[in-house]
T-cell receptor
């Protein structure tokens, strides 16, 4: 069956360092992959979409890579700030209707 | 634009009661979704709709019903509330343009407790 895995353990890093979050998937051949940010008590907010023919995508301090051979996406936040503390979710398309299946998310805590 | 709005924000139900969770979007999106999110379990799709009058089941539809009479509104109905339906419910919408799928826009959520 299709499965998406994100590290369930929280990632604690110091301010200014680069945070790297991992999304692994099995039994998928996705045309694209999305990353969302979710703050406590709020709905997820879209950050980036990367397509299968794109190795890397950047947006300001965010960088996403997509390795369809390894079936893995890495999400990087450079020069991290306490305001980056949140849960980050990856999502893959599943079936019609623009449906997405979400990973369980990884909580990031950026400390001063 | 208000985006996706949901009401109520919080609700406590007794076992066996019924309620409707409201969802409205003002972005003219034709695709809409209902998810539930339990701690550590991620978002699970309950129902979705690709346009007015068209709905379909997601991964966890049991105990829920939906309708889509307009582009803007996509209410979720719980007929006989059970403790297993205690969760946070999110509504979302999207608009696939030119065959390229776009992101989903989420509402603020409804926190439901069934006692």
């Amino acid at each position: 069956s299709q499965k998406i895995e994100q590290n369930s353990e929280a990632l604690n890093i110091q301010e200014g360092k680069t945070a790297t979050l991992t999304c692994n998937y099995t039994n998928y051949s996705p045309a694209y992959l999305q990353w969302y940010r979710q703050d406590p008590g709020r709905g997820p907010v879209f950050l980036l979409l990367i397509r299968e023919n794109e190795k890397e995508k950047r947006k300001e301090r965010l960088k996403v890579t997509f390795d369809t051979t390894l079936k893995q996406s890495l999400f990087h936040i450079t020069a991290s700030q306490p305001a980056d503390s949140a849960t980050y979710l990856c999502a893959l398309p599943t079936g019609g209707g623009n449906k997405l299946t979400f990973g369980t998310g990884t909580q990031l805590k950026v400390e001063l | 634009n208000a985006g996706v709005t949901q009401t109520p924000k919080f609700r406590i139900l007794k076992i066996g009661q019924s309620m409707t969770l409201q969802c409205t979007q003002d972005m003219n999106h034709n695709y809409m979704y209902w998810y539930r999110q339990d701690p550590g379990m991620g978002l699970k799709l309950i129902y979705y709709s690709v346009g007015a009058g068209i709905t379909d089941k997601g991964e966890v539809p049991n105990g829920y019903n939906v309708s889509r009479s307009t582009t803007e509104d996509f209410p979720l109905r719980l007929e006989l509330a059970a403790p297993s339906q205690t969760s946070v419910y999110f509504c979302a919408s999207s608009y696939p343009q030119g065959g390229i799928y776009n992101e989903q826009f989420f509402g603020p959520g409804t926190r439901l407790t069934v006692l």
